[in-house]
């Protein structure tokens, strides 16, 4: 519950940009631990590296002016993937920076890393494929128009869009190339046995 407090707070309060904050820039969120992010083992959970890196990545929107953006033009963002890498694992109190940045986009999606870290040492790394929708229409967002438009209204010159890293652009083309729909089984109901329909 704290950490969606704290999206929403990132979210829908502090929407105030950083002077000078521009699109690549890096943004680093500063968080402790809290009991509701542990297992029974007594470590962070996978899991709740996600909500850690949802609530950097919102802030990291807001501070470059994605958020008053978004707002302005009825924008919403979404996760259309993720993977994670963990490295060291996070225990109770531990206080923990993570810097989040735009590493790419291309026709469809802004791709973020996000590194968490602990006293300087790399415990977690994050990368988060996201799309932005049109709430008034539904359309896509193309990411070069949000681009352009967020360096106009922050008053830069639009910046070059970087090469991903390799090990991303693997990953990109791992789950792009993925069928969306189940495999076709080679049962068919008649091979099924009366249970296995009523399991079905």
């Known amino acids: 519950m704290t950490r969606m407090v704290q999206f929403a707070w990132r979210t829908l309060v502090r929407t105030r940009p950083v002077p000078g904050r521009r699109l690549l820039d890096p943004v680093v969120t500063r968080m402790r631990v809290l ?16 909500q850690l890196i949802d609530v950097a990545a919102a802030q990291q929107i807001a501070e470059m002016g994605g958020t008053r953006l978004a707002a302005k033009r009825s924008w919403v963002g979404f996760v259309a993937a993720s993977t994670v890498r963990y490295r060291r694992p996070l225990r109770l109190w531990d206080r923990i920076e993570i810097t989040s940045r735009v590493i790419g986009w291309d026709e469809r999606l802004f791709y973020t890393e996000h590194l968490i870290t602990r006293g300087g040492e790399l415990c977690t790394r994050g990368v988060v494929a996201r799309r932005f929708v049109s709430t008034r229409t539904g359309d896509r967002i193309v990411p070069g128009s949000i681009v352009s438009l ?30 969306t729909d189940p495999a076709p089984s080679d049962t068919t109901s008649a091979d099924l046995t009366p249970s296995a329909r009523d399991a079905r």
């Open 150 to 179: 967020l360096a106009q209204e922050r008053g830069y010159v639009p910046q070059e869009r970087p090469e991903l890293p390799a090990d991303v652009t693997a990953w990109t083309a791992a789950w792009n190339g993925a069928p």
């Open 35 to 50: 009991p509701q992010d542990l297992d029974v083992m007594m470590v962070v959970n996978n899991g709740s590296y996600l």
